[in-house]
């Protein structure tokens, strides 16, 4: 047997993790690794305070941009009321849903009761299609008998197609369902969605509203210095973890970006057999990251759509200028097109279709020369790195 299939070789952990774990997405810090949120910790424990004594607990409505650690504390909250209030007997129970999962009331639903039940019954049968939403709430009612509190994080809450669940869970005491209190924490990254919320949300469910902050680049620096461990010893340069935490501050101050373009440039020295991780890899990092959020972003688009991006980012690497006419546009896209075997659309399709990637931030439109008024040009600017862009649907290529 030749020495490249001992176990060791073949079970090799690598030279540069030590625990990649702590790197993963879904990874929950221990409490002394979450950094700078204490006030909102407070106020997250504020509003469960009375819940860990057997009263109601208030509900509660986060706003914050991604990476800003809403789904951490609310998560890391729960989970110590509960065992706080066991100290009091109180029987404390929560669950988290992302509402980008289970997008409707049904979903949620179920989602409520298939958790419940495997904490507190794993042996019940509940079935998990061709029921409604109100069959689910009687499994959850009766699955709810011996609680005393139990609290609801909605995350993502933007993403609910309706506001049925909120109603049901807002009036389950009141109205005598359950005598258990129930409080709901939801969460959402989109402050835009603020006023729709709060109309959308009956005035019991608003208790109190908290928005998280993007971190600064030093609390990102130690965000990730606690998780230095993740890498064997001496692995990392010194000017990696400054270097991540920079370039996540630039964007928005996002930490899950930050672990994981650190947990990326850990990974590519470890796929170029490198024995360090140095600030090159930390840019090459950066770099996959981005071509991979803009896949993402693109790939529930036509293949048109994608000729279209390609378009406009050849004409904006290709020029001074970074805006560009629907006509000029359109005319690089005929070719790219063609050049495919498809049937180009028309100058009209390719304006609307342009306009809707505005809505998504892709690009931009706007009216130069003489305002809104007719006869005013339509232009439009790519708002990503036109390298990434191309890398992304050249790669994105295969899956069309
Ligand atoms: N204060 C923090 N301390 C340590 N790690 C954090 C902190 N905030 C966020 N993170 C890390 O970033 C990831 C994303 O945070 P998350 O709570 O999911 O953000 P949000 O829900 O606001 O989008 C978390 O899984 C965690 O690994
Ligand atoms: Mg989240």
Redesign the pocket.
């Given at each position: 047997m030749s020495e490249g299939y001992s176990d060791a070789d073949l079970f090799s952990t690598g030279d540069i993790f030590a625990r990649r774990e702590l790197l993963r997405?879904?990874?929950?810090?221990d409490r002394d690794?979450?950094?700078?949120?204490d006030s909102e910790m407070r106020q997250v424990g504020a509003a469960l305070g009375p819940a860990t004594d057997g009263g109601p607990p208030r509900n509660l409505i986060i706003f914050?941009k991604?990476?800003?650690?809403?789904?951490?504390?609310s998560r890391h909250i729960c989970r110590r009321a509960r065992k706080h209030s066991q100290k009091s007997g109180i029987n404390l129970r929560h669950v988290y849903v992302d509402c980008s999962d289970a997008d409707t009331e049904t979903r949620v639903a179920r989602e409520l009761v298939l958790q419940v039940r495997d904490e507190l019954a794993p042996s019940m049968d509940v079935p998990v299609q061709g029921i409604g939403a109100s069959e689910y709430y009687r499994y959850l009612w009766t699955l709810l008998d011996d609680v005393d509190v139990f609290v609801v994080i909605l995350d993502e809450i933007d993403k609910l197609a309706d506001d049925d669940v909120l109603m049901q869970l807002s009036r389950a005491e009141e109205s005598g369902k359950t005598d258990a209190y129930v409080g709901v924490i939801s969460?959402s990254?989109k402050i835009e969605y603020r006023e729709q919320l709060n109309e959308r949300v009956n005035s019991s469910l608003q208790d109190r509203e908290l928005t998280?902050h993007p971190y600064d680049a030093p609390q990102l620096e130690e965000?990730l210095e606690?998780r230095r461990d993740a890498f064997l010893d001496g692995v990392l340069h010194d000017d990696v973890i400054p270097k991540t935490a920079a370039l996540a501050a630039r964007e928005h101050g996002d930490?899950?970006k930050a672990?994981d373009i650190l947990f990326e440039a850990g990974s590519l020295a470890e796929e170029r057999d490198d024995t360090e991780v140095t600030s090159q890899h930390v840019d090459d990092a950066q770099q996959r990251t981005e071509v991979k959020r803009f896949q993402d972003l693109v790939s529930g688009s036509t293949p048109h759509v994608k000729y279209i991006l390609r378009a406009l980012a050849l004409l904006t690497l290709n020029s001074d200028d970074q805006q560009f006419s629907t006509s000029e546009i359109h005319r690089l896209y005929e070719r790219l097109a063609e050049n495919e075997g498809s049937d180009p659309l028309s100058h009209d399709r390719v304006y609307r279709l342009l306009k809707e990637q505005s809505f998504l931030g892709i690009t931009e439109s706007y009216h130069t020369g003489g305002g809104a008024s007719k006869g005013a040009f339509l232009q439009h600017r790519l708002m990503k790195d036109p390298e990434i862009v191309i890398e992304a649907l050249d790669t994105g290529k295969q899956d069309d």
């Open positions: 997405v879904g990874h929950v810090p690794r979450i950094v700078g949120r914050g991604t990476g800003t650690g809403k789904s951490l504390v969460i990254n998280f965000i606690n930490a899950r672990v």
